[in-house]
Structures are given as structure tokens and as C-alpha cells.
């Protein structure tokens, strides 16, 4: 089946650094999301990507879907200690009846005040 | 409007013995979807529901695993009998339109944990 390859696994970082992650995957994907999950909730949709080469800004935090159509980034600028949690990719192709996500293992982000 | 509420929100159980999860999803949403993390893992697909019929449930793990949708608005994942390794964190999502993305709005989980 499909998979997502998401790096880094975990980071640490001082609260104001930037932050970048990405996903990489073994197919073609035709939209990409990118979902946040705080402790003790479920994952929160941040920024949808529709169209290859799109890059999606939402606050401080930028998203890329590849002209590949195979990876995506996110970005988060001058970070800030509630930006703490997990980072899911997630990949999706629409058309047809299947409307599953494929998920990237996360990246767990800190924020050190 | 009231979110996706799942319950229980943790489950400790024994091998061997059975749990049912309750999924309750945004009223009006047709469409719902049961997830699982395992432990340091991606988030998986397990099945997906439009009204009370199973339109996709090529994730489902094995037929240990029961996912029902009676009369088309609340679910029930229910796993008997109980392994190890169905511990992890089951999720539900629902959204109001099929391939509607932008309104996919995901529970809060229900942690399972079998020792």
C-alpha cells in the first residue's frame, strides 16, 4: 500500500526558531494535508494543498505540495511554545468512493520557552 | 456546534475480553471514518462509513474487529476477543460531504490499552 515517509521524527527547538518537516512518498498523491494533534485530542486539519507546485500560507505556517506530486513541507516561523505537538502528513487522492487518509508517522515537536 | 465525541476516552481491558467504542459524529455528517495509531506509528484507515453503509473497509485489521452504524448516525467499533496488539489510539472522523476534506473533523480518541 501507499506510504508516507516523514522526517524529522522528533524536534526540539528553542521558542522564535523556525521549524521545517517534510514528507516524501512512494506515489503520486493528489492532495496533501497537514494536520496537527495536541495532547488528549484528535488531529486538527492546518493546511490543504490542491494543486502540484502550490505553496499555502496559513499565519506562520507554510505548506509546499511538490511538483513531483510525491512530497510535501511545512514550515513554522518564529515558533511559539503552544505550537508543541505532533505534525501529521497525510495524503489523499480524490475521485471514486475512496476517501481514506494516508498518514505520515509524525514529527513531534517541542518548544522550549 | 458540537464536535466528534468518542467514549470512552481510555479503555483498560485484558486479552481476551471485549471492548466497544462509541463514535458520535457531527450531526447531519454522512460520512464517518474510524482511524487507529499504534504506538510511535502512522494513523491508519480502518473503515469508512457513508450513512449506515460500509463503503470501504479494507483496514479493518480482522474479523476480531466489528464496526456497525445503525440507523446511520452513531457508530460502534468493537473488538473481540481483545489481543495485545489492538492497544493503541482509535479515532473517528466524519465530514459532511464525501471527499469533502476541508470538513473532516476528527474526535478526540479512544486510547486502548490490553495487557
Known amino acids: 500500500g501507499q506510504q508516507l515517509n516523514q522526517s524529522p521524527q522528533s524536534m526540539f527547538i528553542q521558542e522564535g526558531e523556525d521549524v521545517s518537516m517534510n514528507c516524501t512518498s512512494s506515489s503520486i498523491f493528489n492532495t496533501w494535508l497537514w494536520y496537527k494533534q495536541d495532547p488528549g485530542e484528535g488531529p486538527v486539519l492546518l493546511i490543504a494543498?490542491?494543486?502540484?507546485?502550490e505553496l499555502t500560507s496559513n499565519g506562520r505556517l507554510t505548506a509546499q505540495f511538490g511538483i513531483t506530486r510525491k512530497d510535501s513541507f511545512l514550515n513554522i516561523s518564529a515558533s511559539i511554545p503552544s505550537d508543541v505537538g505532533i505534525y501529521f502528513c497525510a495524503g489523499y487522492n480524490s475521485g471514486g468512493s475512496n476517501y481514506k487518509l494516508t498518514f505520515g508517522k509524525g514529527t513531534l515537536l517541542t518548544v522550549n520557552p | 456546534e458540537a464536535g466528534v465525541t468518542q467514549f470512552p476516552s481510555h479503555s483498560v481491558i485484558e486479552k481476551g475480553q471485549t471492548v466497544t467504542l462509541r463514535c458520535d459524529p457531527i450531526s447531519g455528517h454522512d460520512n464517518l471514518y474510524w482511524y487507529r495509531r499504534v504506538m510511535g506509528k502512522e494513523i491508519k484507515f480502518l473503515l469508512h462509513f457513508v450513512k449506515e453503509s460500509k463503503q470501504d473497509e479494507s483496514g479493518m485489521p480482522n474479523n476480531r474487529f466489528l464496526a456497525e452504524r445503525t440507523g446511520g448516525t452513531y457508530s460502534t467499533l468493537k473488538v473481540q476477543p481483545a489481543e495485545l496488539e489492538d492497544s493503541g489510539v482509535y479515532f473517528c472522523?466524519?465530514?459532511?460531504?464525501?471527499?469533502?476534506?476541508?470538513?473532516?473533523?476528527f474526535g478526540s480518541g479512544t486510547r486502548l490499552t490490553v495487557v
Open positions: 494543498l490542491y494543486k502540484a507546485g
Open positions: 472522523a466524519s465530514s459532511s460531504r464525501t471527499g469533502a476534506i476541508y470538513g473532516y473533523t
